[in-house]
């Protein structure tokens, strides 16, 4: 494989066509828009369809109906503009369509401002939507990570029929890095040939729907979607860790870019013999949680630091059980926690755990 030097957004679309996806529907919206114009140039090289749609509203449903005559498809997106195709996620959820969403976050709420933020951890993970279903959430720290997080996520997709979205801040987007493709052919086609909508000449009809009138149907049917879910945490659920090898006085937790910034601290608290952790979820739903569980386990104070005001700090503290009081660092606006905060804030726990040991 070669590597080639790449910005984050064209990387990831570059990716999905590597991953057979050849059919992109989508709104321009900073910090994200090289993915589309990436997409606009590259689709027809390769017998692909871009559609700049009229809205994000309409991207939800173009993305449905593509889905729904089994093609391989994405979108993508910045924080205001998934807001808008929120009822459009949840209908592709209830009715187990298999579709790639990219959220590049911009600091919010409104349309606040333009630069990178970690704002819609929340929004992914708990309230993406209305009704009963759950978004799979992946969350990559750089860009080699970005590429193969967009494979996976059409794989995960395409296996458990669902709806996933990358979830990176608008530095990952940014931010150029060498990278390299795996070498895929674009395709095989989607495998949907016993549920999509391809014409019912010589087969009985086949409907594509969320609606469920009949509250016994709907029951059985939310059931039986939260079985797969269930498969997804099973078998899909991944997290990383930074110099957990050993003994370690303080844990901390970030994801996406947070998690660089973390392990340049870590790397200078190392050169004088300090020993600090880090956890990083790079699946934020399904959260790593008995993983995260352990790591804190092992450490006698926790620090998580996130580029907005706490949001992935409730599953930090979910997963301690109250066994720890989690700390936190938090910037938004498009404002970073820098390794210097983050050192400054490891000393402060280390003077504690030292007098608490006198």
Excluded at 250 to 275: H, N, P, Q, W, Y
Excluded at 321 to 328: A, E, K, N, T, V
Aim: glycine share 8%.
């Amino acid at each position: 494989m070669t590597r080639v030097l790449m910005k984050g957004n064209e990387a990831i679309a570059e990716a999905a066509i590597r991953a057979g996806c050849l059919h992109f529907f989508g709104y321009p919206i900073t910090p994200q828009n090289e993915i589309p114009e990436y997409f606009s140039r590259r689709l027809p090289q390769v017998g692909g369809e871009y559609v700049q749609t009229e809205s994000e509203v309409a991207t939800s449903n173009m993305i449905f109906g593509a889905a729904g005559v089994g093609v391989r498809v994405m979108t993508s997106s910045s924080s205001p503009g998934i807001s808008l195709m929120s009822e459009g996620i949840s209908y592709l959820a209830g009715a187990d369509l298999p579709v790639v969403i990219v959220n590049m976050m911009r600091a919010g709420p409104g349309l606040a401002g333009i630069l990178p933020s970690q704002s819609d951890y929340a929004h992914a993970t708990r309230g993406t939507a209305h009704g009963d279903f759950e978004l799979t959430v992946l969350a990559p720290s750089s860009v080699q990570e970005a590429v193969d997080l967009t494979i996976l996520s059409f794989q995960i997709a395409e296996r458990y029929r669902v709806p996933v979205m990358l979830l990176g801040d608008g530095m990952i987007g940014q931010m150029m890095e060498p990278v390299e493709f795996p070498e895929l052919e674009v395709g095989p086609p989607l495998a949907a040939d016993d549920w999509a909508l391809t014409g019912c000449r010589g087969r009985e009809p086949r409907l594509v729907s969320s609606l469920y009138l009949d509250p016994v149907e709907l029951n059985d049917k939310n059931y039986e979607r939260y079985r797969r879910y269930a498969l997804i945490r099973d078998k899909e659920t991944r997290f990383d860790t930074y110099n957990c090898d050993g003994p370690y006085d303080v844990l901390l937790t970030a994801f996406g870019v947070m998690a660089r910034v973390c392990m340049s601290a870590i790397d200078e608290l190392a050169k004088e013999g300090i020993r600090v952790g880090l956890f990083r979820p790079i699946t934020l739903n399904p959260f790593p949680e008995d993983a995260c569980r352990s790591a804190i386990a092992r450490a006698k104070r926790v620090l998580d630091v996130e580029m907005n005001m706490g949001q992935m700090l409730v599953d930090i503290r979910l997963a301690a059980r109250g066994s720890h009081d989690i700390d936190f660092i938090g910037k938004c606006g498009g404002l970073t926690p820098s390794v210097e905060d983050v050192v400054e804030r490891v000393r402060v726990h280390l003077a504690a755990i030292r007098a608490e040991e006198r």
